[in-house]
T-cell receptor, first 112, second 115 residues
Framework: QKEVEQNSGPLSVPEGAIASLNCTYSDRGSQSFFWYRQYSGKSPELIMSIYSNGDKEDGRFTAQLNKASQYVSLLIRDSQPSDSATYLC????????????FGAGTRLAVHP | DTAVSQTPKYLVTQMGNDKSIKCEQNLGHDTMYWYKQDSKKFLKIMFSYNNKELIINETVPNRFSPKSPDKAHLNLHINSLELGDSAVYFC??????????????FGSGTRLTVV
């Protein structure tokens, strides 16, 4: 099992819809979870972090964490074509605060 | 006022050459990293330095040698370049926290092409 798993996509959603991106991780001891957005040819950009079970909202983005199921998701409400990018889930291993392990990323395409 | 800056942005070189990539951050972070992103877009950690000390070295060939003259700079020197070294190399920084990881700030990347 990979340490951080994501569906590679592409996930195609119409403009205005909710995009749901999922990530599972293998280390039960992980305490911090991050979502990065990477546009083609650009560097990853941190968009959300979550540390506790439940939901965390920031504008159109909501991160959801379920540690019992080792599952973290990112919801993007009112998706816009400008949200089209690859979304990377990143998790540090237990005690490995100085190292983030990235999933392979999910490519999101928002079409008008 | 770029937070994490890398140079050069593009690097095209022949097999067997030696090249360096430089990275500087002005965020006051104490930890810096080198990540490699291959053609499948998979980001993998190579090295991590905390206050100039190497703390992570992930099964990277010893042709790759990082150097951190101070906590704001982390350079990567690559000897005897091979075709398989072609990738995008990202520098990143973060503030290490005992209570959990903080997110990274990435540089703009260096696209290395070995021909």
């Amino acid at each position: 099992q990979k340490e951080v798993e994501q569906n590679s996509g592409p996930l195609s959603v119409p403009e205005g819809a909710i995009a749901s991106l999922n990530c599972t991780y293998s280390d039960r001891g992980s305490q911090s979870f991050f979502w990065y957005r990477q546009y083609s040819g650009k560097s990853p950009e941190l968009i959300m972090s979550i540390y506790s079970n439940g939901d965390k909202e920031d504008g159109r983005f909501t991160a959801q964490l379920n540690k019992a199921s080792q599952y973290v998701s990112l919801l993007i409400r009112d998706s816009q074509p400008s949200d089209s990018a690859t979304y990377l889930c990143a998790v540090p291993p237990r005690g490995g605060y100085n190292k983030l392990i990235f999933g392979a990323g999910t490519r999101l395409a928002v079409h008008p | 006022d770029t937070a994490v800056s890398q140079t050069p942005k593009y690097l095209v070189t022949q097999m067997g050459n030696d090249k360096s990539i430089k990275c500087e951050q002005n965020l006051g972070h104490d930890t810096m990293y080198w990540y490699k992103q291959d053609s499948k877009k998979f980001l993998k950690i190579m090295f991590s330095y905390n206050n100039k000390e190497l703390i992570i070295n992930e099964t990277v060939p010893n042709r790759f040698s990082p150097k951190s003259p101070d906590k704001a700079h982390l350079n990567l020197h690559i000897n005897s370049l091979e075709l398989g070294d072609s990738a995008v190399y990202f520098c990143a920084s973060s503030q290490l926290a005992k209570t959990g990881a903080n997110g990274y700030t990435f540089g703009s990347g260096t696209r290395l092409t070995v021909v």
